[in-house]
């Protein structure tokens, strides 16, 4: 908007593209004619209002290139009865958040009348986006030209085209002068500094912005987490009470972490107006199809899929599915373990060289196999889901996500697990965490960031090539090209489901590698980098996606950080440092006169058993540090709930605020209610 | 309103009575004036709009009585308005439940113009009750004739008139007629059949009609748990596979109870128009008092209390005091323990009639220190929750319920987990657990109901003698001079705390006395009816009080069957009946199949250790079955957890037809867009 890069398309209209639309290269010209007529009609009519312009087809140079692809934008107050359409909330004069409505445009902060600065590009781009999104089919039976893509009343045009392949994708564009402001602001200088959260929000939208909010907080979380996990690595504190002050400190930190996180995110959230923001009504998503019925809500025409049906697929075949595949997981970790010890034996037997390097074969081939198996598991639960036809792209997202969770966890923890508590060996464990955390970090920064980067800035120099034989040069459609060609990001469920990973790494079993904080927090900032620059250079612009919360991750991270609790407990039951078990220490000594019930009986019930050698000492002491463990673990998960139960979810003055609208929304009903009644009044004389 | 009992006050108005306000017997002429004007007053300014007269002196009899007592009723139309005021929520024509507006009075069903039908009397009190509650003063700087009873601007005059004991009492009255359909169809006929909730919501109100309904809800599902009890106690299987599976059954049982529960709930509160009710601002409570300020959300004027004060208050003294009162409950249970022993030694030293009249002392004694403990600690509860001087109503209720709920809870178990745990005395457990639970539900049925019933009976005929010498027999003055004396039901706190301490006794050590069950069943088919008897005979009508969900005891019953998955896992673990823990049986083949992990662990780790002699063999299956019984534990949440995650909490069809009223609303609110857009662009032109 600001860079005033308003342009002339192949068909005269000038306008400041924003978003563009690909369809594919033979589509029929009368769809073409149709769509584009569609999106200039007026809105009375059913049309988008919107301003579309073809790409000139000489700026692609001499080798061609898609001849249909197209920029759309929108006039000025096209964008702003459009806010009010996807409820945007902004702050109002008053210093309170409103949703916004074109009638009461000037009650609006920053809304100067001639200013674009009102409404962040992101924003505008979103607007276009839903606007086209929420093109509908009147009479049309089928789509000009293709007679097979059929259409109904209030079908959504563009959903129908991407879902039949005739529409390529739609994406915004990168805004270059913005995007060296962001970049510079964001990773320009090389110094430890707090992210620029409203930037990445006015550029990338919330949900974006709530990643890297989400990202930053639970770095610097971390850094007390790793301080105080330094010590017990450097003196190797392993008795009972520094295990049991360390667990005691992991829990409090990922719960207080964990709930103070929700209060920074309804702050965040209230701040960028996502909070108090009306959800609209959600439309089927694309792919959902079904016998065309009408819906029960809207009364409107849309494909129905009996919900009986979809849970039935759940339940019968995708459930079990999943659990075969867990177990299939489980099954390749003990194929692993045997072949482990298989060569472990056949080095003890031959002490050669190559049964020395064959020590490592078994983990290569296991971590191969691990990778490739997350990668057709992931295939198969995207068809899966699919398949079961949700009709919300929300709840489609969800199911995703907790296969792909799931799934994920086994293949990551399994064999820590299995190590833990089956094979009892705490070095072997601490050794594996590290390898598993070390090399997943890296792996990860390079495929995620590094090696895009490198094939986007080798597609890059090739457009550039091609572009700069082009004769007319137009600084905007050598942009469109570049960025068509870009990849798209996919969303933020790939970061999220590595920090989900990291934590547990961090949090599972911090006990016995109380170093794995340190690692995450030296990662995290490295990802933070590299993180920022994908967006920035690697990805297409992605549309801003409003969101108020983390959704379905924050209900992972918190049973994540219960059964850190659990396997914490757990380990320090078993720990066999464990030596003495009578009150020696501070620690104990408060924790056996609150379990002193158990303890109790449970000397009573082994000394009435007489029969017991003086040998048996041991074991009863190990019983007893399992009990109290147990007892210990339930103690602590009460006091983890309680906790949670107390840190309200929302701060004090953001609720206040919601309250405020709330009342004043109540008191304006109530007027309007004694106007009425006295038009009546009037009306009745 | 139907019965007709439209009759003329002292002071010639004629009108239905519905509501009483009893004021001292010596308040002040002028305040009484000024009161029954502002009640009187037009709502323009500022009054009430409602008809109120007083009770003739003459109809009290010779021996006087209170002269300032007096009804309150209302017009039919101001009755309408008050509905919408309240925000009551009716069926409309097209079957879906909407907000009552006057306005659109025409489009709601049974709304026939001249019938009363339409409002329920429970409604008219209710909304009566409302109207004199918000009856605020104005520029009074007091009530007049009390200078010291301060007002300001805002400051409901009915709640200062309460909390300084000018104002006595407001309650509705009975309706002999309804009242008597009522209890025909509800306790009339000594036969098995429905509680007809409807009619009990129409005449008490929705909280109340909530409690009958989860009584009654909660009896048939203790049935299946009374049925499969019965062969346990019959046959005393005391086996492992056997306690597994009632375990199981129990906790599966307990969870789809509840969750269930909240889905009927979920419908009731529908049906009967709670569930969509928007909540109004909550006012502060009558006894809230502080420095007079400003309140953030409604600017108005009103007592301000730094919520910090309060949560320090909260944190530091009230949650100390309890602690110490739970300390002080177990050390009474300790020296009773002690107590019993030395009686039980007693009576084996001197074998006398007299050592063995000894062994109940302990027993008596006990009952009675914790039955005034129990007492004792509810006036110190209400004390100090009073003291912590909370806003509302509800917070205040929440934190009384709270540590009412948590002294009850050990008072009433802890004697029983000591037994179970310390003592491992199982046949003492189960004979102790008989014994509270009967003694319990006899003397609840007797102090609840039959005292009261007994008490009211020989008040009501010394009322009647006393009226029958009066001049002047106006039956509805009779009534309300029979009522005012009737003592007041305090809501249904008591019943709750009853059934929830029921739910204890029945699943908590459901394991060892499945025949609890079958007793609170038996309990609760009598319960039903002297609860209803108590509702219709013994007290004041209660104001109705709107409710979409039992509240907070939804969280408490929650808690306590989460609970009891530990203690029943534990009692599994411990009990000595196990004699084998080889997979010999199909149950722990699964549970081996699932726990195989930390089974193998604690196989090896303890063959490691070879000092052992064989005789060490029991103690390592105890091992063994405590560690299972500890995985079993975590299985059995997980998957509790799940299921009531699984099972949705409002009915399919009631989430269709809400998502539809919200859709609806946020149609209407485009379209009026629409209109607000086409108005602006007219003025533009």
Redesign the interface.
């Given at each position: 908007m600001k860079r005033g890069l308003s342009n002339s398309a192949s068909d005269g209209v000038s306008f400041t593209p924003l978003v563009v639309l690909e369809l594919v290269e033979d589509t029929k010209e009368e769809a073409v004619t149709w769509l584009l007529e569609k999106i200039r009609d007026k809105q009375e009519n059913g049309g988008a209002e919107l301003l579309v312009g073809r790409l000139r087809k000489d700026s692609w140079g001499d080798d061609g290139g898609n001849p249909n692809v197209f920029v759309v934008g929108a006039s000025r107050d096209r964008l702003l009865?459009g806010a009010?359409?996807v409820g945007l909330v902004k702050e109002s004069n008053d210093g309170s958040m409103r949703g916004f409505?074109?009638?009461n445009r000037n009650n609006f902060k920053d809304f100067k009348g001639d200013s674009d600065e009102f409404l962040s590009v992101a924003e505008c781009q979103y607007i276009i986006k839903h606007e086209l999104d929420t093109l509908r089919a009147k009479e049309e039976n089928s789509v000009p030209g293709y007679a097979k893509v059929k259409l109904y009343p209030g079908k959504s045009i563009l959903r129908r085209l991407l879902s039949k392949g005739i529409l390529v994708q739609v994406f915004p564009l990168h805004d270059k002068e913005e995007l060296k402001k962001l970049s510079h602001s964001w990773y320009g200088k090389l110094r430890l500094k707090y992210q620029p959260l409203d930037e990445i929000r006015r550029y990338f939208g919330e949900s974006l912005a709530l990643y890297f909010g989400f990202l930053e907080y639970f770095t610097f979380a971390l850094v007390p987490m790793a301080l105080i996990g330094v010590p017990y690595y450097l003196f190797a504190w392993e008795d009972y009470d520094k295990y049991v002050l360390l667990a005691l400190f992991n829990l409090v930190w990922s719960t207080v972490v964990l709930e103070v996180w929700k209060r920074c995110c309804a702050s965040l959230a209230y701040r960028w107006g996502t909070l108090c923001r009306?959800k609209?009504?959600e439309e089927p998503r694309p792919g959902f199809h079904g016998v065309l019925g009408y819906n029960?809500?809207?009364g409107r025409q849309e494909p129905t899929f009996s919900?009986l049906r979809r849970q039935l697929r759940v339940y019968l075949v995708s459930v079990p599915f999943v659990l075969l595949c867990l177990c299939g997981s489980l099954y390749v970790m003990m194929i692993y373990f045997s072949m482990e010890e298989w060569a472990l034996r056949l080095h003890e037997e031959e002490q050669s060289v190559w049964s020395s390097a064959g020590l490592f074969v078994p983990s290569i081939i296991y971590a191969i196999v691990i990778e490739v198996l997350n990668r057709l598991y992931r295939y198969a639960a995207e068809f899966l889901t699919e398949w079961e036809n949700h009709r919300l792209e929300s709840s489609y997202q969800n199911h995703l996500i907790l296969k792909v969770l799931v799934f994920n966890f086994l293949n990551c923890f399994a064999s820590l697990?299995?190590i833990a508590?089956?094979?009892?060996d705490m070095k072997l464990l601490r050794q594996s965490l590290a390898t598993l955390l070390i090399t997943s970090q890296i792996l990860n920064q390079m495929v995620e960031a590094f090696l895009p980067f490198w094939l986007q800035k080798r597609r890059n120099t090739k457009v550039q090539k091609q572009v700069r034989r082009a004769p007319v040069e137009l600084p905007w459609t050598e942009q469109v090209k570049l960025e068509v060609d870009m990849s798209t990001y996919l969303g933020t469920f790939d970061d999220y489901l590595e920090l989900f990973l990291q934590f547990g790494y961090v949090s599972l079993f911090s006990c016995v590698f109380p170093l794995a904080a340190v690692l995450a927090v030296l990662n995290n900032f490295t990802e933070m980098y590299s993180d920022a620059l994908k967006m920035c250079q690697v990805f297409k612009r992605p549309f801003s996606e409003p969101a108020a919360n983390m959704g379905v991750w924050q209900l992972a991270f918190e049973t994540m950080s219960v059964i850190a609790v659990?396997t914490n407990c757990a380990l320090i039951g078993?720990s066999p440092q464990v030596k003495s078990c009578f009150p020696d220490s501070e620690t104990q000594l408060i924790l056996i006169v609150v379990a002193a019930?158990?303890h109790?009986?449970e000397v009573?019930?082994?000394q009435e058993?007489s029969?017991?050698?003086p040998?048996?000492e041991?074991?009863?002491h190990?019983?007893h540090h399992?009990?109290r463990s147990?007892f210990l673990e339930?103690v602590l998960l009460a006091f983890k709930f309680i906790l949670a139960f107390v840190i309200p979810d929302i701060p004090?003055e953001i609720q206040?605020k919601l309250?405020?609208l709330?009342?004043e929304s109540?008191e304006a009903l109530?007027k309007k209610?004694m106007q009425?009644?006295k038009k009546?009044e009037k009306q009745d004389n």
């Amino acid at each position: 908007m600001k860079r005033g890069l308003s342009n002339s398309a192949s068909d005269g209209v000038s306008f400041t593209p924003l978003v563009v639309l690909e369809l594919v290269e033979d589509t029929k010209e009368e769809a073409v004619t149709w769509l584009l007529e569609k999106i200039r009609d007026k809105q009375e009519n059913g049309g988008a209002e919107l301003l579309v312009g073809r790409l000139r087809k000489d700026s692609w140079g001499d080798d061609g290139g898609n001849p249909n692809v197209f920029v759309v934008g929108a006039s000025r107050d096209r964008l702003l009865s459009g806010a009010e359409d996807v409820g945007l909330v902004k702050e109002s004069n008053d210093g309170s958040m409103r949703g916004f409505t074109f009638v009461n445009r000037n009650n609006f902060k920053d809304f100067k009348g001639d200013s674009d600065e009102f409404l962040s590009v992101a924003e505008c781009q979103y607007i276009i986006k839903h606007e086209l999104d929420t093109l509908r089919a009147k009479e049309e039976n089928s789509v000009p030209g293709y007679a097979k893509v059929k259409l109904y009343p209030g079908k959504s045009i563009l959903r129908r085209l991407l879902s039949k392949g005739i529409l390529v994708q739609v994406f915004p564009l990168h805004d270059k002068e913005e995007l060296k402001k962001l970049s510079h602001s964001w990773y320009g200088k090389l110094r430890l500094k707090y992210q620029p959260l409203d930037e990445i929000r006015r550029y990338f939208g919330e949900s974006l912005a709530l990643y890297f909010g989400f990202l930053e907080y639970f770095t610097f979380a971390l850094v007390p987490m790793a301080l105080i996990g330094v010590p017990y690595y450097l003196f190797a504190w392993e008795d009972y009470d520094k295990y049991v002050l360390l667990a005691l400190f992991n829990l409090v930190w990922s719960t207080v972490v964990l709930e103070v996180w929700k209060r920074c995110c309804a702050s965040l959230a209230y701040r960028w107006g996502t909070l108090c923001r009306k959800k609209a009504f959600e439309e089927p998503r694309p792919g959902f199809h079904g016998v065309l019925g009408y819906n029960p809500v809207t009364g409107r025409q849309e494909p129905t899929f009996s919900s009986l049906r979809r849970q039935l697929r759940v339940y019968l075949v995708s459930v079990p599915f999943v659990l075969l595949c867990l177990c299939g997981s489980l099954y390749v970790m003990m194929i692993y373990f045997s072949m482990e010890e298989w060569a472990l034996r056949l080095h003890e037997e031959e002490q050669s060289v190559w049964s020395s390097a064959g020590l490592f074969v078994p983990s290569i081939i296991y971590a191969i196999v691990i990778e490739v198996l997350n990668r057709l598991y992931r295939y198969a639960a995207e068809f899966l889901t699919e398949w079961e036809n949700h009709r919300l792209e929300s709840s489609y997202q969800n199911h995703l996500i907790l296969k792909v969770l799931v799934f994920n966890f086994l293949n990551c923890f399994a064999s820590l697990f299995y190590i833990a508590f089956v094979l009892h060996d705490m070095k072997l464990l601490r050794q594996s965490l590290a390898t598993l955390l070390i090399t997943s970090q890296i792996l990860n920064q390079m495929v995620e960031a590094f090696l895009p980067f490198w094939l986007q800035k080798r597609r890059n120099t090739k457009v550039q090539k091609q572009v700069r034989r082009a004769p007319v040069e137009l600084p905007w459609t050598e942009q469109v090209k570049l960025e068509v060609d870009m990849s798209t990001y996919l969303g933020t469920f790939d970061d999220y489901l590595e920090l989900f990973l990291q934590f547990g790494y961090v949090s599972l079993f911090s006990c016995v590698f109380p170093l794995a904080a340190v690692l995450a927090v030296l990662n995290n900032f490295t990802e933070m980098y590299s993180d920022a620059l994908k967006m920035c250079q690697v990805f297409k612009r992605p549309f801003s996606e409003p969101a108020a919360n983390m959704g379905v991750w924050q209900l992972a991270f918190e049973t994540m950080s219960v059964i850190a609790v659990i396997t914490n407990c757990a380990l320090i039951g078993m720990s066999p440092q464990v030596k003495s078990c009578f009150p020696d220490s501070e620690t104990q000594l408060i924790l056996i006169v609150v379990a002193a019930e158990p303890h109790t009986g449970e000397v009573e019930e082994v000394q009435e058993d007489s029969s017991y050698p003086p040998s048996f000492e041991p074991a009863r002491h190990f019983t007893h540090h399992r009990q109290r463990s147990s007892f210990l673990e339930h103690v602590l998960l009460a006091f983890k709930f309680i906790l949670a139960f107390v840190i309200p979810d929302i701060p004090k003055e953001i609720q206040l605020k919601l309250a405020r609208l709330e009342f004043e929304s109540m008191e304006a009903l109530k007027k309007k209610k004694m106007q009425d009644t006295k038009k009546l009044e009037k009306q009745d004389n």
